[in-house]
């Protein structure tokens, strides 16, 4: 399995930006899918997650209805929609695929991880 994450970016407080996933190598929709992020000296923290169908949805509290996780199995992707930025969501940006488990918050419950993409928003 490969995911492949991209759209970070620098943006400033208060805008948007969008991250994808692209996911290879075994079928899409068996995997429950989620972003992660890791700011500098921080563990890396849940932020959303997305049923195998893709009709539920899970997200962190610090979301508070500024993100949105959605994905496409016609094209083994997930997307990220981020609006109402601040500084401290500035971190590298992870996606993350899990056969086992549906909208898992931990990071060991997940098996197949994309490289991260880094996400800087600016005061």
């Known amino acids: 399995v490969q995911l492949q994450a991209s759209g970070g970016g620098l943006v400033q407080a208060g805008g948007s930006l969008r991250l994808s996933c692209a996911f290879s190598?075994?079928?899409?929709?068996?995997?429950?899918m989620g972003w992660f992020r890791q700011a500098p000296r921080k563990e890396r923290e849940y932020v959303a997650s997305v049923s195998r169908n893709g009709r539920s949805t899970d997200y962190a509290a610090f979301v508070k209805g500024r993100f949105t996780i959605s994905r496409d199995n016609a094209k083994n992707t997930i997307d990220l929609q981020m609006n109402s930025l601040n500084p401290e969501d500035t971190a590298v940006y992870y996606c993350?695929?899990?056969?086992?488990?549906?909208?898992?918050?931990?990071?060991?419950?997940?098996?197949?991880w994309g490289q991260g993409t880094l996400v800087t928003v600016s005061s």
């Open positions: 993350a695929g899990s056969i086992y488990y549906t909208f898992a918050r931990s990071p060991d419950e997940y098996e197949y």
């Open positions: 190598g075994r079928p899409f929709s068996n995997y429950g």
